[in-house]
């Protein structure tokens, strides 16, 4: 195959065809999914971090404080804080069976020990670190798959060097996309305290008119990580190519994002139903990590067909389109 026959711009390649590719090229390389897989055992067997040193002081505040709906807030803390489990930040952003599923059931092994930070402070701090520990294991799941798309081997120094520099970057992204949330909500929601005040409950309006910019955003920046590890912009760039990239194929870019959403949520209604015995619970584990990093490689896969001539002299990648169909 050549250099010009992999060239993105004309790559011929539905989202069909990159799912599949991407799918096989996982299940031939298991180690891919080897830390979705250790995310979900982490959950399983590890410790619960409890987030009732902030809920409770929160609660109370909201019960002075009084108001309509606030008994309603303050149940609904009192459950979190009883229930809720902050390691579930963690795993955030890497795919997982387990993260907000019921991990009390008979697929239990052992009963999880409960761990309480020191105050609402140490619990603030726990959350804070929790979510750098979430960002450090997207990176560690991605750059090995950045890696396999771009040919550049994806184990090695140089690897653990992209995955610190992913890292960075994507808390780079993250800062940046909530500084954009808050230019675009922020006026929404001065104006929804306005409206209250002159004795007008405009929030459910409000609400709905923000769905807009976020569904917006949300389909024009969904290959942002992938262009900071395949194409190795930096945050605001990021940005920029994979707007461009859904502008330029915005038809089989919004089919793939609702392939990839449709497959990743029916995969985890599927596995959840092992989740009654020990066994069902690493069958399930197993099988969604394997398939759940499959789908993550496809959003590389996808990106990089498509992203532009930045990639048309690579040497083909072992997840690559061919005369015949794709291989892996």
Do not use: K, N
Not at 183 to 191: F, T
Not at 253 to 272: D, E, N, P, S, Y
Not at 278 to 298: C, E, N, Q, S
């Amino acid at each position: 195959m050549t250099a010009g026959q992999d060239a993105p711009p004309a790559s011929s390649s539905g989202p069909i065809d990159t799912l599949g590719a991407a799918l096989t090229a996982v299940l031939a390389r298991p180690v891919l999914a080897v830390v979705p897989l250790l995310a979900d055992l982490a959950l399983w067997l590890g410790v619960r971090v409890s987030p009732q040193p902030l809920t409770d002081p929160l609660g109370r505040w909201l019960t002075r404080r009084g108001g309509d709906g606030s008994g309603t807030v303050r149940a609904d803390l009192d459950r979190l804080g009883a229930d809720g489990d902050l390691v579930d930040l963690a795993f955030a952003l890497v795919p997982s069976l387990l993260r907000g599923a019921d991990r009390d059931g008979s697929g239990m092994v052992w009963e999880r020990p409960i761990v309480t930070a020191p105050g609402w402070f140490g619990t603030a701090l726990a959350i804070a670190g929790l979510l750098l520990l979430a960002v450090a294991l997207r990176a560690a799941v991605q750059a090995p798959l950045a890696a396999l798309v771009r040919r550049d081997g994806w184990y090695g120094r140089r690897l653990v060097r992209q995955t610190a520099l992913g890292w960075v970057r994507l808390l780079g992204l993250g800062l940046l996309l909530v500084g954009i949330a808050a230019l675009v909500l922020g006026p929404i929601l001065v104006l929804a305290i306005a409206t209250e005040v002159v004795g007008i409950d405009a929030l459910p309006l409000l609400l709905l008119l923000s769905v807009a910019p976020l569904v917006w955003a949300t389909v024009h920046f969904f290959f942002a990580p992938e262009a900071i590890f395949v194409g190795g912009a930096g945050p605001l760039r990021a940005l920029g190519l994979s707007f461009r990239l859904v502008r330029r194929d915005r038809r089989r870019a919004v089919l793939f994002q609702g392939l990839a959403l449709l497959l990743g949520f029916g995969l985890i209604a599927a596995w959840r139903t092992l989740l009654g015995s020990p066994p069902g619970v690493l069958t399930a584990i197993a099988g969604h990590a394997l398939l759940a990093t499959g789908l993550l490689l496809a959003r590389s896969v996808f990106y990089r067909d498509r992203a532009g001539p930045d990639f048309a002299a690579r040497s083909p990648s072992p997840v690559s389109r061919s005369p015949g169909g794709f291989h892996a």
